[in-house]
């Protein structure tokens, strides 16, 4: 097969799976939309939770009401649809690998979305929580805390990105032993410097109450510490295997 005729069809493999995969967002964005309102309230529980007897959040813009549910049923939706999409994307960078690294790959995938999930579910059961009940309790006397509902679906996803990203530690720290950047040795090193980093992403990312900069900065360590044991791990398998051979 030619240059070009490989490029095309490799365009056309891109296509397809692209379809199959915005295919299947939209499909679960049309069974869930119907339901947008309660998902917003879902999102919305813990800030709601914590507001006095009576407190309530506002729309500032006339079409907000509509499209802020709309984009947490996409959201929604994406997050349904995210294990087939990933499964869309191996289907298409499967044939350009080696057995190794497929072995590799797979696992890396199914751990990096699981863990951002439990990132997400960390960040909504644990920090929010603590997060609303320091803003609410700091809030000046007199002052009714009413938060606009699009600023709040951007707090909250942004928290969710920050919470996701840091849960993926241990995934880079496996790869980056794998691929020979860093050595197991330099990592333990690193340890102390790693602490204060985490807590200056801690600081960074999350409002200025000192529970909510630990309860991010504590998991990236611990995070920091899985990854360092999980390529050990690897590296012992890894030795097995090239002993058999």
Known sequence: MSTSASFIAHLLELRTRLLH??????????????????????LAKPLL???????????????????????????????????????????????????????????????????FFCGMSFAYFMVFPVVFGFITAAAPQGVAVMTDIDKYLSFALSMFMAFGITFQVPVAVVVLVRMGFVSVEKLRESRSYVVVVAFVVGAIFTPPDVVSQIMLAIPLWLLYETGIVVAVWMGQGKSKEIGLH
């Open 21 to 42: 995969s915005a295919f299947a967002l939209l499909l679960v964005f049309v069974c869930i939309f119907p339901w947008a309102g309660e998902l917003y309230a879902l």
């Open 49 to 115: 939770a914590k507001l006095p007897t009576g407190g309530q959040m506002i729309a500032t813009d006339v079409t907000t009401p509509f499209f802020v549910p709309l984009k947490v049923a996409l959201m929604a939706a994406f997050l349904v649809a995210l294990p087939y999409i990933l499964y869309q994307v191996w289907r298409f960078v499967a044939p350009g690998l080696y057995e190794h690294e497929k072995r590799l790959v797979v696992p890396l995938i199914v751990a990096s979305t699981v863990l």
